[in-house]
């Protein structure tokens, strides 16, 4: 038996105890003192230990994990999204079904109020394009549309959205971004990309209707999102995308006691000079709330064939991508930020902007580092072997997202051809190259399901069945680490989060199985008995 030096006021028994140490330890009991762990061991030992008047949690012979972290997702954006249309495929089929949602829409909006819908995939869709304004205004004459292509990197709006909008064939693309427009008439067609998309869909329309919500209607939309994470067993997220209107949100939940996952944010690059000027580094706040890295966009996504590649995609746009930032400018920002003490995550998918990447950050670091700072690269899908070299020798760490094989994998296929496609987010050779692997959804990209992570982690096979590079696979094991201590090194949290040991925090995911210990098929299907945040039940299957 462990044992710590606190009372114990709550116990967790009947279950079996995972710990995910360096030992590997299994026990049958935990003590739990506050919001902390003061003791491990059997059932029997720690119950003697505990004396009467001790609360009792039974586990219900459930196995009991570290709680498990998604160390990139957009819960935000994802509250923000809950009342919208959900487009993503196989309910989706064709263009039709979602002009069919959209009617269907309007006739529960009053004229004039804006109808958001997300997670559509144009090569899921019999026609293999993008729905565009010439679709959409037919059945929205009198309501703005914003439809969220699942990679958030694009987007759809329909006519009465661009007027509102004043995007005409006046309107130029901003750097990194694309408008596609009409060959014939030079109008718009609706579809955005990348910076366009940016700037409209989170800069302007996001930020206003979040800053136009009452404070009790903006705590509802964050706790109903919370409470989503939490019933899949989330105890820790971190918010990729934060504006100090997000910080606000969080700010107001936590204060009304009604966070149930505890959040490290990303500030966007653009709000970073505030940040700085106020004092304040990656690590400022409390256990629920705290200011992470600083966060860079380098290319477009991999989804919407916008991430910076070195050779062309084999499919519409059949192009290079996008570079969102001058490789100069990124090295500048990356030097800046650096130098003020905060953590760096870069968006980056393609290589030949993780090239870029290399270079900003071997500015700062050397060939070689300890990377103190902990720098880290959000998705790095096309991290080759030459990149991954690099990377491991300055010691980046990565942030990446395996449920993408089930949801998005055809998609990398058709977009890279077998054999690159099979080279795509690396995973098994960024763990033997030493590189610090943080597992999460990225969601609403894709479902915040971590069971989804974990399956595409081990399984990495696409929706029609194809596994994609079968050499990357990992153990459902390291799939384990990749949500628990992969996720807690990257936001500085290993000595209190990722394992369950005495002085870590008491934040538990209960499942009613070994993962390990199940066909890795069924695993989707694993019911969540308990999730637990600091010693408190915040769900309960």
Same mark, same amino acid.
């Given at each position: 038996?462990?044992k710590?030096?606190?009372?114990?006021?709550?116990?967790?028994? @009947?279950?079996?105890?995972?710990?995910?140490?360096?030992?590997q330890?299994?026990?049958?009991a935990?003590?739990?003192?506050?919001?902390?762990?003061?003791t491990?061991?059997?059932?029997?030992?720690?119950?003697?230990?505990?004396?009467?008047?001790?609360?009792?949690?039974?586990?219900?012979?459930?196995?009991?994990? /570290?709680?498990?972290?998604?160390?990139?997702?957009?819960?935000?954006?994802?509250?923000?999204?809950?009342?919208?249309?959900?487009?993503?495929?196989?309910?989706?089929?064709?263009?039709?079904?979602?002009?069919?949602?959209?009617?269907?829409?309007?006739?529960?909006?009053? /004229? &004039?109020?804006?109808?958001?819908?997300?997670?559509?995939?144009?090569?899921?869709?019999?026609?293999?394009?993008?729905?565009?304004?010439?679709? =959409? #205004?037919?059945?929205?004459?009198?309501?703005?549309?914003?439809?969220?292509?699942?990679?958030?990197? %694009?987007c759809?709006l329909?006519?009465?959205?661009? *007027?509102?909008?004043?995007?005409?064939?006046?309107?130029?693309?901003p750097?990194?971004?694309?408008?596609?427009?009409?060959?014939?008439?030079?109008?718009?067609?609706?579809?955005?990309?990348?910076?366009?998309?940016?700037?409209?869909?989170? @800069?302007?329309?996001?930020?206003?209707?979040?800053?136009?919500?009452?404070?009790?209607?903006?705590?509802?939309?964050?706790?109903?999102a919370?409470?989503?994470?939490?019933?899949?067993?989330?105890?820790?997220?971190?918010?990729?995308?934060?504006?100090?209107?997000c910080l606000?949100?969080?700010?107001?939940?936590?204060?009304?006691?009604?966070?149930?996952?505890?959040?490290?944010?990303?500030?966007?690059?653009?709000?970073?000079?505030?940040?700085?000027?106020?004092?304040?580094?990656?690590?400022?706040?409390n256990?629920?709330?705290?200011?992470?890295?600083?966060?860079?966009?380098?290319?477009?996504g991999?989804?919407?064939?916008? %991430?910076?590649?070195?050779?062309?995609?084999?499919?519409?746009?059949?192009? !290079? &991508?996008?570079?969102?930032?001058?490789?100069?400018?990124?090295?500048? %920002?990356?030097?800046?930020?650096?130098?003020?003490?905060?953590q760096?995550?870069? !968006?980056?998918?393609?290589?030949?902007?993780?090239?870029?990447?290399?270079?900003?950050?071997?500015?700062?670091?050397?060939?070689?580092?300890?990377?103190?700072?902990?720098?880290?690269?959000?998705?790095?899908?096309?991290?080759?072997?030459?990149?991954?070299?690099?990377?491991?020798?300055?010691?980046?760490?990565?942030?990446?997202? /395996?449920?993408?094989?089930?949801? =998005?994998?055809?998609?990398f296929?058709?977009?890279?051809?077998?054999v690159?496609?099979?080279?795509?987010?690396?995973f098994?050779?960024? =763990?033997?190259?030493?590189?610090?692997? &943080?597992?999460?959804?990225?969601?609403?990209?894709?479902?915040?399901?971590?069971?989804?992570?974990?399956?595409?982690?081990?399984?990495?096979?696409?929706?029609?069945?194809?596994?994609?590079?079968?050499?990357?696979?990992?153990?459902? #094991?390291?799939?384990?680490?990749?949500?628990?201590?992969? *996720?807690?090194?990257?936001?500085f949290?290993?000595?209190?989060?990722?394992?369950?040991?005495?002085?870590?925090?008491?934040?538990?995911?209960?499942?009613?199985?070994?993962?390990?210990?199940?066909?890795?098929?069924?695993?989707?299907?694993?019911?969540?008995?308990?999730?637990?945040?600091?010693?408190?039940?915040?769900y309960?299957?």
């Amino acid at each position: 038996m462990q044992k710590g030096q606190a009372c114990i006021d709550k116990l967790f028994i @009947n279950g079996r105890i995972e710990t995910l140490d360096q030992n590997q330890t299994v026990c049958q009991a935990i003590g739990v003192s506050g919001d902390r762990i003061v003791t491990l061991g059997s059932e029997r030992e720690l119950r003697k230990l505990a004396g009467s008047g001790v609360e009792m949690v039974d586990l219900e012979g459930g196995v009991l994990f /570290p709680g498990l972290i998604d160390s990139h997702t957009h819960l935000m954006i994802y509250a923000y999204l809950l009342d919208g249309l959900d487009l993503a495929p196989p309910r989706v089929k064709k263009i039709n079904d979602i002009v069919i949602s959209i009617k269907k829409a309007v006739e529960k909006h009053q /004229p &004039g109020e804006w109808i958001r819908g997300s997670r559509f995939v144009e090569y899921s869709l019999s026609e293999n394009r993008y729905p565009t304004r010439y679709d =959409l #205004d037919p059945v929205s004459p009198d309501n703005p549309v914003i439809l969220y292509h699942t990679s958030f990197h %694009a987007c759809v709006l329909n006519g009465v959205a661009m *007027s509102q909008l004043g995007l005409n064939k006046e309107t130029p693309a901003p750097m990194g971004g694309v408008i596609e427009k009409d060959p014939e008439t030079g109008d718009p067609t609706g579809v955005l990309h990348d910076a366009a998309m940016n700037e409209i869909a989170f @800069n302007r329309l996001f930020v206003r209707d979040l800053e136009s919500m009452t404070t009790e209607a903006r705590v509802e939309m964050c706790s109903q999102a919370m409470t989503k994470f939490a019933e899949v067993g989330i105890v820790a997220v971190a918010d990729a995308l934060v504006m100090p209107v997000c910080l606000s949100i969080y700010q107001e939940t936590l204060s009304a006691g009604k966070a149930k996952v505890r959040v490290y944010t990303m500030p966007e690059l653009t709000f970073s000079d505030s940040l700085i000027a106020s004092g304040v580094k990656t690590g400022f706040g409390n256990d629920m709330l705290k200011i992470g890295p600083i966060k860079i966009f380098v290319d477009g996504g991999m989804s919407n064939r916008m %991430a910076a590649v070195k050779t062309p995609y084999r499919c519409k746009p059949y192009g !290079h &991508g996008l570079k969102v930032m001058p490789k100069d400018d990124l090295i500048a %920002a990356v030097k800046r930020i650096h130098k003020h003490g905060f953590q760096i995550a870069v !968006h980056c998918q393609g290589d030949a902007a993780l090239s870029d990447v290399m270079d900003a950050f071997e500015a700062v670091l050397g060939p070689k580092s300890e990377n103190r700072l902990r720098h880290r690269i959000e998705h790095a899908g096309c991290l080759y072997n030459d990149l991954l070299k690099r990377a491991a020798a300055m010691n980046i760490y990565v942030s990446s997202q /395996p449920v993408f094989f089930s949801f =998005l994998g055809d998609g990398f296929v058709e977009a890279f051809g077998e054999v690159t496609a099979d080279k795509l987010y690396p995973f098994k050779s960024m =763990l033997q190259a030493g590189i610090r692997l &943080g597992g999460s959804s990225d969601c609403p990209v894709s479902l915040h399901d971590p069971r989804l992570g974990l399956a595409g982690a081990v399984l990495r096979k696409s929706s029609s069945g194809r596994i994609i590079g079968p050499q990357e696979r990992l153990t459902m #094991d390291d799939a384990l680490h990749m949500f628990t201590t992969g *996720s807690a090194w990257l936001s500085f949290e290993e000595k209190i989060a990722g394992t369950v040991e005495i002085g870590k925090r008491a934040d538990f995911t209960v499942f009613a199985a070994d993962p390990r210990h199940i066909p890795i098929e069924d695993l989707p299907d694993l019911a969540v008995k308990m999730t637990v945040l600091g010693g408190e039940c915040t769900y309960r299957g």
